[in-house]
């Protein structure tokens, strides 16, 4: 694949990924500007156009050329977990990074990568069109997502895990169930969600429950989101701009250019920069979804719209979160938070959807 292949890649999808992409590393260097992560937009940059050369091999390769070797990668990354929780960096109290040669990864974002291609690789193996799916092949399911699922709570990181289960819920739901499954499916959760409540770490039912009353413990579990509110209120319908944007650069505002990028761009340029962020966004998940109805196979389909899910997943939960209607889970803003491994797991994953859209013509 050479020029041809370059001229037929989804350029709206990626015109729109740059923009993101650049209003993220311009918020980065405006929220970290004079403070202890001044420098990470730099980073922000390599990671950005390193990713885009990720993007264009993963397109080349593609993701049927991957999906066959989807066995050594599960592998792959269910060894990397396992060597974060032996020899990883522990940060903040968990350990979810690990120093491979010069360069610090998190392992648990690239399981997204894999979880996608596996369960596409599963269900077009063993569930035939136009059928659905059998309680033995939810169980399967299950277990592909729930093993590397409990790995990653076990760092403790609650808020990757949980983006694993859109991966799943997308999957099922395209490969089709019936609606006797969906109500006994629910009600199983219904009853297993307040126990696994229990299993939690003390911060992370802090978390879950702050959310709700933050005034409770305002100096405390609450902090974060009065603070976070206080940014998004404060930028009312224009912002406030990089000088008067108090909670940003005041320092109320808690690590402004990763979890939290969303507050310190919403107080920087209010409503109308919000609106214009969620727009953009929007037309990149939309683009996701063109690319899964126009694609040659269902196994492009079923990957095209893994990605769009967990791209859905992470931007409602993360505007959800400093807006103070979702707990707060440290889940990352696509493209725009700051972080190496995010940021290149969201481009290998765009990769594969052009991988998709360079193949919608193969026989």
Known sequence: MGYRAFKELDWPLIIVTLILSGLGIIQVYSATNGTK????????????????????????????????????????VIGLLFATTLIGNKVFGSTRWIRIGGFTLQPSEFVKIVLILAIARYLIDFVRPNSTLTWGDLGKLGFMVGFPMALVMKQPDLGTSLTYIPILVAGVLMAGLRWKQILIISAVLAVTLPIGYHFLKPYQKDRLVSFKYPDRDPKGTGFQVIQSRIAVGNGGMWGRGA???????????????????????????????????????????????????????????????????????HVLVNVGMVVGKMPITGIPLPLMSSGGSNTWSIFLMLGLVNGVRLRRFVN
């Open 37 to 76: 992560w001044d420098g990470a937009w730099e980073k922000q940059i390599i990671w950005v156009l390193t990713g885009l050369l990720m993007m264009w091999g993963t397109a080349v390769i593609g993701y049927q050329s991957l999906m066959g070797k989807v066995l050594y990668l599960y592998a792959g």
């Open 243 to 313: 000088k008067d944007s108090s909670q940003t650069h005041l320092g109320f505002l808690p690590v402004p250019h990763t979890d939290f990028i969303f507050s310190s761009f919403a107080e920087e340029h209010g409503f109308v920069g919000i609106v214009i962020a969620l727009v953009l966004y929007f037309l990149l998940i939309m683009q996701v979804v063109q690319n899964a109805q126009t694609a040659n196979d269902r196994a492009g389909l079923y990957v095209c719209m893994g990605v769009a899910a967990l791209l859905l997943f």
